[in-house]
């Protein structure tokens, strides 16, 4: 009875996670992007500074009609926000904030490829939403995902597998275990290349040309309305929380700090955390689109060989300090 | 009788605890679940064959990927698992769907997604499917994984085995998958220089700016990208 309670109570808070973690990060966008534009941004919801206008945005969603187009392939169409919000759920229940036991949803022992590899079931959603909604718009939305992801994919693993190697281990724990100070200077390309990759893979700005909506309105998500087109702007939040918690566990040492690492490792995860969150709205407010063939570029002649080049770097240093 | 001892041979480490305590008879809930599980990737399989709408079939596909994730997870094979939801799942559907998407993938049935083959490809598929369960059901019949014990498909168990006794196949393998990518290589750069001196050819039409001229430097672009 009492494993039936421990396990309920760890889902329970991922869920939590899940449900607020990417609200906060969506109200600092709204703040961050408008103060850096010159703006205030939200200031009325919920009285102080707009707080509550995320909660308001919800309950707007909530109200709308939920339409489903005419020639869309109906199921499938109703279907592709949940297969592209859940496996983010899955994925937060394998990222550790804190050395204990009782830090993790759930300890998987191949838990880096487990990650990846439930990430990039998410881009699933997109394509479904592209091709069941019967325009031409969203099925160009789609196939730019689907170019994307395939592009993308790639130098996220090598750098994921390069910290594997220097840890000896897939087990995210085990990784963080084994991490020392100076595996950030000896992995910083694979962390930047494994941001950026991920970056990407979410379709964030300046990687957002699936949903650019001066060209192709908002991609696979056009037809969207109501609840599931919240749903899938969730998805989006969610893969913030995802990709910076993952940044920091795998190359940032997670809980491990210069002072205070005893009890308050989980404060370290979480500032990490926040401050590549903060580091992704920054991106969206700097950087123009890249354009189609700009993307592809970088991803295949840029990304790639770095990744191949820090998995070089990450196997000589290893055999030279054997 | 050859494959299936090789087959046996990769579980002698396994352990194997003696058949007589199991009987088909009186199935755990594990046992059950891999069952059940079983069905229904087979059931998706089947329907992945048989329907007319492309894209169901490819999204199909994804199910009875996942179904032999889930019961790779159920042998205690987790690492194998995983790669198996990021390779098929993540990478193969997701190419396979952009290739329907950038060709043909309309909503509703295609009147001619079905082949004049379908006897003989049945005919393949079931002698195909026949020599494999043949070949496992005799390799494995007295073998039975041990789940209360340390599992034997982790990561360190997979990768110690693949890399001390299986190391000739893998490295022959690694070798193919070069070979399949240099083949591609060479057959992209040939279209390549094949557009480039069918843009030489036409000088004329390239002077006129006529819209096959350009059609010719464009598609050449795409070939290198």
Known sequence: ?322 | MTLATTAAHLTAHAPTAAAETHGFLSPTGVEIAFLLVGLVTFGAAIVTVTTRQLVHAALWLVVTLGGLAVEYLLLTAEFIAWVQVLIYVGSVVVLLLFGLMLTRAPIGRSPDADSGNRWAALTVAVAAAAALVWVVVDAFRTTWIDLDGPAAGSTEATGASLFQNWVLPFEALSVLLLAALVGAIVLSRKAKAGAATAAESTPAARSEKSPRSEKGPRSEKEGTS
Not at chain 1, 58 to 70: H, R, T
Not at chain 1, 74 to 86: K, T, Y
Not at chain 1, 115 to 144: D, E, I
């Open chain 1, 1 to 322: 009875m009492n494993d039936v309670l421990d396990v309920t109570l760890r889902l329970l808070i991922v869920f939590v996670v899940f449900l607020t973690f990417p609200l906060i990060i969506g109200q600092t966008e709204h703040k961050v992007m408008a103060h850096m534009q010159g703006r205030l941004g939200p200031m009325y919801a919920g009285g102080f500074h707009g707080w509550a206008q995320l909660i308001a945005d919800g309950v707007k969603f909530a109200q709308k009609e939920d339409v489903v187009p005419a020639g869309a392939d109906r199921r499938i169409f109703q279907l592709a926000p949940a297969v592209a919000l859940l496996p983010y759920l899955l994925v937060l229940l394998a990222i550790p904030i804190g050395p204990d036991e009782g830090a993790v949803g759930q300890v998987i022992d191949a838990g880096v490829f487990f990650v990846l590899a439930v990430m990039g079931v998410g881009v699933l959603g997109s394509l479904m939403a592209g091709w069941a909604s019967a325009n031409k718009f969203s099925l160009l939305g789609g196939l730019r995902t689907a170019a994307q992801l395939l592009a993308y994919e790639l130098p996220m693993l090598l750098t994921a597998a390069s910290v594997a190697m220097a840890a000896g281990t897939v087990s995210i724990p085990g990784i963080l275990d084994a991490f020392e100070w100076w595996w950030l200077p000896w992995q910083i390309v694979g962390a930047i290349v494994f941001f950026v990759a991920g970056l990407a893979e979410l379709q964030r700005p300046p990687f957002d040309m699936p949903v650019a909506d001066s060209e192709i309105i908002f991609g696979a998500y056009t037809e969207y309305t109501g609840l599931r087109f919240a749903l899938f702007l969730l998805a989006e939040y969610a893969g913030i929380v995802v990709l910076c918690g993952l940044t920091t566990v795998l190359f940032l040492g997670g809980w491990h700090g210069p002072w205070g690492a005893d009890g308050l490792g989980w404060v370290w995860t979480l500032l990490k955390t926040a401050v590549l969150a903060f580091l992704v709205i920054w991106l969206r407010v700097t950087y123009p689109r890249l354009r189609e063939d700009q993307l592809q570029k970088l991803s295949w002649t840029l990304l790639v060989p770095l990744s191949l080049a820090q998995i070089a770097l990450t196997g000589i240093v290893k055999v030279v300090i054997q």
